[in-house]
């Protein structure tokens, strides 16, 4: 039954209660687009156009030089080149991520748990200190490691006197040197979106699984672990993807027996000018990356 609304002036009844919306003007319909215009023109000027002239410089002909210039000949068989040659150090860059993010995982885990659940008034100080290190340089945090690892200091020299190294062995220029220099500067990103999700985990839901009878162990695999499972993901993507393309722990932790690709394409850009190559491995890396992060998300991560 229709509802009869008077008009004023005794125009009589009207059926409906509701009246059109009047179109919103076109300024206001534009205005998400304007928010849009100033990091769409960002990132296309600084990664857009920069990754098609790196696309363009892969194709470039290996034989030409700064001096001489490079011809654009379409030479594709830069990549396969590019992988024959350095084929070790894809494998070693992200054995030596997968094995870092492994271990950021069994220390940050247990640190974010602990600061999102269990430091109380503490919990404020706790987070300045995961994220402390970062107010200084990426570059004298890992020479801070190199002191600390090296031959004569007190960390080694603690080692060999329980036995734990021998007389001639070495923490410093090994692949653990490298592993741990990653884990330590990359921490912060595994950590802080762990905490995020952890932070908002209700502890009800805890109660809930005592009052059925779950252990410590049940419950954290059955409640904790699932609703903390985004914050993983992001975690260890923030952590693996910079770890992977990373040079400065291999350059001051290692020997060149531990470099990674990163490695390899700084020197292709800077040492050997060989502008070509380290165009082609920089696109490979980013090919294997995102080759690895979407069979990741693929494999259920988020189910």
């Not at 990132?43 to 030089?65: K, M």
């Not at 990163?262 to 491995?281: C, E, K, T």
């Amino acid at each position: 039954m229709s509802a009869l609304v008077h008009l004023p002036g005794g125009a009589g009844p009207a059926t409906g209660a509701t009246s059109a919306v009047p179109p919103r003007p076109a300024r206001h319909r534009l205005l998400p687009y304007l928010l849009l215009l100033p990091g769409a023109a960002w990132l296309t000027v600084f990664f857009v156009v920069p990754l098609f002239q790196l696309a363009a410089v892969s194709l470039y002909d290996p034989t030409g030089s700064l001096a001489t210039g490079y011809a654009m000949t379409w030479a594709f068989g830069n990549y396969p080149d590019a992988v024959a040659a350095y084929w070790p150090q894809f494998g070693r860059s992200f054995l030596y991520a997968g094995a870092a993010c492994a271990l950021g995982l069994l220390l940050g885990y247990p640190l974010a748990y602990a600061i999102a659940r269990k430091a109380g008034r503490w919990r404020n100080v706790l987070l300045v200190c995961v994220v402390a290190p970062m107010f200084t340089s990426f570059l004298v945090r890992t020479l801070a490691w190199k002191t600390i690892l090296s031959d004569h200091g007190a960390l080694v020299g603690l080692l060999r006197d329980v036995h734990l190294l021998d007389a001639d062995g070495r923490l410093l220029a090994t692949p653990f040197a490298v592993v741990l220099g990653l884990t330590y500067n990359f921490l912060p990103f595994l950590v802080l979106p762990l905490y995020a999700s952890l932070e908002r985990l209700d502890p009800r839901l805890l109660e809930a699984a005592g009052d059925l009878y779950a252990g410590p162990v049940q419950a954290f695999r059955r409640v904790v672990l699932p609703l903390s499972r985004p914050g993983l993901v992001a975690g260890t993507l923030l952590f693996f993807i910079p770890a992977s393309g990373d040079y400065i722990n291999a350059e001051l932790l290692g020997t060149p027996n531990e470099y990674m690709i990163g490695n390899v394409i700084d020197s292709a850009f800077l040492v050997r000018l060989d502008y070509p190559q380290g165009a082609a491995l920089s696109f490979l890396l980013m090919a294997a990356v995102l080759a690895v992060v979407f069979n990741y998300l693929r494999r259920g991560t988020f189910q």
